[in-house]
């Protein structure tokens, strides 16, 4: 199977991954304030909103952090298979199977104490996103689909599935008929943080975004998989193992994405609904690109994006505006990374 034509995102500094993602939003968000001069409202009055209910607002910033973490989560899961050409689109799905996995493995230990039940919870979690990109990175490996076709046409899957299960075999009796899970156990919940709905995932996160950064600048590994990503084929001859790299990356960032699910449904949901993620997958993604495969851009990107979520609610309330109008701007963001993508510039 012939490889992508298009390279690795690349590793790059975190003050040009700053600059990058600041003059990025900037530019999507004067486009934004065109679509809402059009529609009859103040611009500068919506950002101001947004800015006063989210950053100026306690209980405002603990949500952006919380719409964060599987953010962060996702990015990950697209940025560490990017190292080696890898496109993965099926974050959603892999959030969607760890939450399922995690939900089966809570139910399983629900009599188990606190130190016993989280880390099955959360190991669950892992395995049941990995195993869901393992499934797309090994007929990559083996050159016979796309993994870019495969884990996107997975993410249906996924939440078709859970939408079965909490319909059908797992749907809670006492919900009053409300599609949802049977609820988790006290001792497999993530603890909160600071008294809010901040909880430990943010630490996860954070680990995961260290991590990430010193294998990449500081490791062996980091360097066979830029030399992958530079050139596979010469990688390939220098003794580098391309194939079990492919299978590895996908497996790693499918269990990032399945620690996101996990997250969601033991410390914010507290059982599994159909309606589980808005499109953290999918957003995820976007954040991966614009920070270019940098963990100090992704946080920023993901900070931004988080700002502009919460401030959602917001614009629906004090400009009635349509939920949609977030969309817009999300869209508008991808829309200009493309097009820098497409003139040479590309991360």
């Known amino acids: 199977m012939a490889e992508p034509a298009a390279p690795a995102i690349r590793l790059t500094s975190p003050s040009g991954a700053h600059v990058r993602a600041a003059g990025l939003f900037a530019l999507a968000f004067v486009l934004f304030g065109g679509v809402l001069l059009a529609a009859g409202k103040n611009p500068l009055q919506a950002y101001a909103d947004i800015l006063t209910g989210t950053l100026l607002n306690p209980y405002g910033l603990s949500e952006v952090v919380v719409k964060m973490i599987p953010l962060l989560l996702t990015a990950l899961a697209v940025a560490i298979p990017s190292r080696i050409w890898l496109i993965n689109i099926g974050g959603e799905g892999q959030l969607y199977a760890g939450a399922l996995a995690a939900t089966w493995a809570a139910a399983a230990v629900a009599a188990q104490p606190a130190v016993i039940a989280l880390p099955v919870v959360a190991a669950s979690g892992f395995l049941g996103g990995a195993l869901w990109a393992g499934v797309p990175g090994w007929l990559r490996m083996r050159g016979w689909v796309s993994e870019t076709i495969s884990t996107l046409l997975l993410n249906?899957?996924?939440?078709?599935?859970?939408?079965?299960?909490?319909?059908?075999?797992?749907?809670?009796?006492?919900?009053?008929?409300?599609?949802?899970?049977?609820?988790?156990?006290?001792?497999?919940?993530?603890?909160?943080?600071?008294?809010?709905?901040?909880?430990?995932?943010?630490?996860?996160?954070?680990?995961?975004?260290?991590?990430?950064?010193?294998?990449?600048?500081?490791?062996?590994?980091?360097?066979?998989?830029?030399?992958?990503?530079?050139?596979?084929?010469?990688?390939?001859?220098?003794?580098?193992?391309?194939?079990?790299?492919?299978?590895?990356?996908?497996?790693?960032?499918?269990?990032?994405?399945?620690?996101?699910?996990?997250?969601?449904?033991?410390?914010?949901?507290?059982?599994?609904r159909p309606s589980l993620s808005p499109g953290y997958g999918y957003v995820g993604f976007l954040i991966s690109w614009m920070a270019g495969g940098s963990a100090f851009g992704m946080v920023a990107a993901a900070f931004l994006v988080a700002v502009i979520a919460a401030g959602g609610d917001i614009l629906q309330m004090s400009h009635r505006l349509p939920g949609s109008a977030v969309n817009i701007l999300m869209a508008l963001m991808l829309f200009v990374v493309l097009a820098r993508r497409g003139k040479g510039g590309g991360s």
């Open 156 to 272: 249906y899957v996924g939440i078709l599935l859970v939408s079965f299960l909490v319909f059908g075999p797992w749907k809670d009796p006492g919900s009053a008929n409300y599609p949802q899970s049977a609820e988790f156990a006290a001792a497999a919940r993530l603890p909160s943080l600071f008294g809010t709905r901040i909880h430990l995932g943010l630490l996860v996160a954070i680990a995961g975004l260290i991590l990430y950064h010193l294998v990449m600048t500081r490791t062996r590994w980091g360097l066979e998989m830029r030399a992958i990503g530079g050139n596979r084929e010469a990688a390939r001859r220098c003794g580098i193992p391309v194939e079990t790299y492919v299978l590895v990356l996908m497996l790693i960032g499918g269990g990032l994405a399945g620690l996101a699910g996990m997250a969601e449904v033991s410390a914010i949901q507290g059982r599994l």
